[in-house]
């Protein structure tokens, strides 16, 4: 078990596509090694819900969510789940701006940046499981939000892509904006 380094902006790793994996990939010891790896890294921080293996430089389409009550999020419940080959299968109704941050998008300072993202509330996903069982799965508020985040990881693609660069705020201004109810 090893805490990786958390690739930042403007690293080009970052900006790879993530390939798919084999049936034989997802159950080898070295890829299980590296969600254990993933799942250290993201305890190390305090912030991270879900982490995609980009983001510690390894193009390969594995995503683990780890959602657990933040600094930012106290009400949120556990869940965890591990996520290969993730893609979007369909989207329901219109996108919705919400708040979000990313361990690979820091100041520099080290502190995360945050915007309001346009994102789906719901959502159709296809996916293969820690076992290899392929799974379609329906769904919507924070966990399709997430979700939406980490496969624009495997995509090559930063929150910061899909906003106007002047939406990106401090950790501080965030806290404002959420304490005032915005
Ligand atoms: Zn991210």
Same mark, same amino acid.
């Given at each position: 078990?090893?805490?990786?380094?958390? %690739?930042?902006?403007?690293?080009?790793? %970052?900006?790879?596509?993530?390939?798919?994996?084999?049936?034989?990939?997802?159950?080898?010891?070295?890829?299980?090694?590296?969600?254990?790896?993933? =799942?250290?890294?993201?305890?190390?921080?305090? =912030?991270?819900?879900?982490?995609?293996?980009?983001?510690?430089?390894?193009?390969?389409?594995?995503?683990?969510?780890?959602?657990?009550?933040?600094?930012?999020?106290?009400?949120?419940?556990?869940?965890?789940?591990?996520?290969?080959? %993730?893609?979007?299968?369909?989207?329901?109704?219109?996108?919705?701006?919400?708040?979000?941050?990313?361990?690979?998008?820091?100041?520099?300072?080290?502190?995360?940046?945050?915007?309001?993202?346009?994102? =789906?509330?719901?959502?159709?996903?296809?996916?293969?499981?820690?076992?290899?069982?392929?799974?379609?799965?329906?769904?919507?508020?924070?966990?399709?939000?997430?979700?939406?985040?980490?496969?624009?990881?495997?995509?090559?693609?930063?929150?910061?892509?899909?906003?106007?660069?002047?939406?990106?705020?401090?950790?501080?201004?965030?806290?404002?904006?959420?304490?005032?109810?915005?």
């Amino acid at each position: 078990m090893t805490i990786r380094k958390v %690739l930042t902006t403007p690293d080009k790793k %970052l900006r790879s596509r993530s390939r798919e994996l084999t049936m034989p990939e997802m159950k080898s010891a070295k890829t299980k090694e590296l969600i254990t790896d993933i =799942y250290e890294t993201l305890n190390d921080g305090e =912030y991270g819900v879900g982490m995609s293996a980009i983001q510690v430089g390894e193009p390969l389409a594995i995503t683990v969510v780890m959602i657990r009550p933040t600094p930012n999020r106290p009400n949120l419940n556990y869940y965890n789940q591990v996520y290969f080959n %993730l893609k979007i299968l369909k989207t329901f109704g219109e996108k919705k701006p919400m708040w979000e941050g990313c361990c690979s998008v820091l100041d520099d300072n080290g502190n995360l940046l945050y915007a309001k993202v346009p994102r =789906y509330e719901r959502i159709k996903v296809k996916y293969c499981n820690e076992i290899g069982e392929i799974c379609t799965a329906t769904v919507d508020g924070f966990l399709a939000h997430v979700l939406q985040h980490e496969i624009d990881h495997i995509n090559g693609i930063l929150f910061t892509d899909l906003i106007p660069i002047t939406n990106i705020v401090s950790q501080e201004e965030y806290r404002k904006a959420q304490k005032s109810g915005y």
